[in-house]
C-alpha cells in the first residue's frame, strides 16, 4: 500500500483485501488447488489461509506449512486453528500496532460487526503504522505536530508551533510571578537567583523523562491504569534517589561557593524535593491526558515542562524563604 498514512485511521481504512480464504469443508488438494488459481495478488506474500463457513464468517485459520504435512484428503477444518486472533475493522491502527507486537504475526484477518473476514493487516503494514506512530509521538514530545516533518507551508508550521509556544509563554509568565512574590528572598540572598536556572533544568530533565518512558509504555500496551500506582511509586523512587544526589552535590557546591551552609542546605532539599515531585508529575500526567481523551504524549512536551516550573519554583522559595528568614 502506497497511500500516505493518516495517524488516527481504522483498521478497515488501511487493511488489504488481497487474502486467502476457503470453506470450511474444503480438503487440503482442494485448497491447494485454490491457492494456485488465486491471484497473484493473494499469493505473492502468503502466510495463512483463512477458513469461512457458508456466510463468510471466519471461523480458522491454517498455515501454509499444514498443508504439506496432511493427507490430500483431510479437510482444513479437522487441522485449523478455531480460537482465531482478530481485529475489527473499527479499531483504531495504533490498537492493532498492540496486536502485533503482543502475538508477533505475520498477518491477522480482519473483521466486521457480523464477524465476517474482509481484510488481512499484515506486519508490513504495522511497521508503518508504528513509525507513524512513534513519530507524532515525537513531535508532540517537542511540541509541534507530526505534518511539520514533510510540511513545505511556512504558515502551516507556524500555526503547529504557536499554539505550544504560547503554553511556554503562559508558564513563564507564571514563573515571573512566582518569583516577584518572592523578591524579598531574592534582595536579601541574591545568591538564590544564581541557581534558579539549575534547579528548573533538573526538574524539567527528570518530568520529560518520566512523561516519554511512561508515554512510550502506553504506545506498547505496557502501561495502564492498574499500573499508576507502581509507576507513582518507581518514580517517586527514582526522584528520591537522584533528588538527594543532586540535591547533596550543588548543595555542597553552593555551600562552598558562597559561604552560606543555610543556601546550601535550602538547594539540597529544594533540589530533591522538586525532583521527586517532577518525577510524580511525569508519570502521572499521560494517565490523566488519557483519561480525558486526549492523546497522552501532548504531556510530555510543553505541558510537562510548565507544570514541573511551576511546582519547582514554590518548592525552592518556599524552602529557600524558611532557611534563610532572619
Known amino acids: 500500500m502506497n497511500r500516505k498514512r493518516v495517524k488516527g485511521e481504522t483498521v478497515g481504512a488501511i487493511m488489504k483485501n488481497e487474502f486467502l480464504a476457503v470453506p470450511e469443508h474444503f480438503t487440503i488438494d482442494e485448497t ?6 488465486a491471484s497473484l495478488e493473494k499469493v505473492s506474500k502468503p502466510s495463512y489461509i483463512y ?5 463468510g464468517h471466519l471461523v480458522g485459520v491454517v498455515q501454509m506449512r499444514d498443508l504439506l504435512s496432511h493427507a490430500p484428503g483431510v479437510r482444513v477444518n479437522d487441522i485449523m486453528l478455531k480460537n482465531v486472533v482478530k481485529v475489527h475493522a473499527e479499531m483504531d ?6 496486536y502485533f507486537i503482543k502475538h508477533r504475526f505475520l498477518a491477522i484477518p480482519v473483521v466486521n460487526n457480523d464477524q465476517m473476514l474482509v481484510g488481512i493487516i499484515t506486519a508490513d503494514e504495522m511497521v508503518d ?7 507524532d509521538d515525537i513531535a508532540k514530545i517537542v511540541g509541534t505536530g507530526v505534518d511539520e516533518i514533510t510540511s513545505r507551508s511556512i504558515p502551516r508550521i507556524v500555526r503547529l508551533r504557536l499554539p505550544w509556544l504560547a503554553v ?20 536579601s540572598v541574591i545568591a538564590l537567583a544564581l541557581f ?10 527528570i518530568g520529560t523523562q518520566s512523561a516519554t518512558i ?15 500506582r507502581w509507576l507513582l511509586q518507581k518514580e517517586i523512587l527514582v526522584g528520591i534517589i537522584v533528588g538527594l544526589a543532586c540535591g547533596i552535590f550543588v548543595g555542597g557546591i553552593a555551600t562552598m561557593w558562597q559561604e552560606s551552609s543555610k543556601l546550601g542546605a535550602a538547594l539540597a532539599i529544594s533540589m530533591s524535593a522538586s525532583i521527586m515531585l517532577s518525577g510524580a508529575v511525569g508519570a502521572f500526567l499521560p494517565f490523566i491526558f488519557r483519561a480525558l481523551g486526549f492523546d497522552p504524549a501532548l504531556s510530555s512536551g510543553p505541558i510537562v515542562l510548565a507544570t514541573c516550573d ?5 518548592i525552592y522559595f518556599k524552602v529557600s524563604g524558611f532557611f534563610l528568614a532572619g
Not at 32 to 37: A, E
Not at 51 to 55: A, E, H, I, K, T
Not at 129 to 135: K, N, S, T
Not at 175 to 187: K, M, P
Open 196 to 205: 534558579i536556572p539549575i534547579v528548573l533544568g533538573l526538574s524539567e530533565s
Open 168 to 187: 511556554s509563554i503562559f508558564s513563564g509568565l507564571t514563573c515571573a510571578f512566582i518569583t516577584g512574590w518572592f523578591q524579598y528572598e531574592l534582595r
Open 51 to 55: 477458513v469461512v463457513d457458508g456466510n
Open 32 to 37: 491447494i488447488k485454490h491457492f494456485r488459481t
Open 310 to 314: 511551576v511546582i519547582t519554583l514554590l
Open 214 to 228: 511512561v508515554v512510550r509504555n502506553m504506545a506498547l500496551g505496557k502501561a495502564t491504569f492498574r499500573d499508576v
Open 129 to 135: 503504522i508504528a513509525e507513524l506512530e512513534a513519530e
Open 93 to 98: 491502527q495504533e490498537e492493532a500496532v498492540k
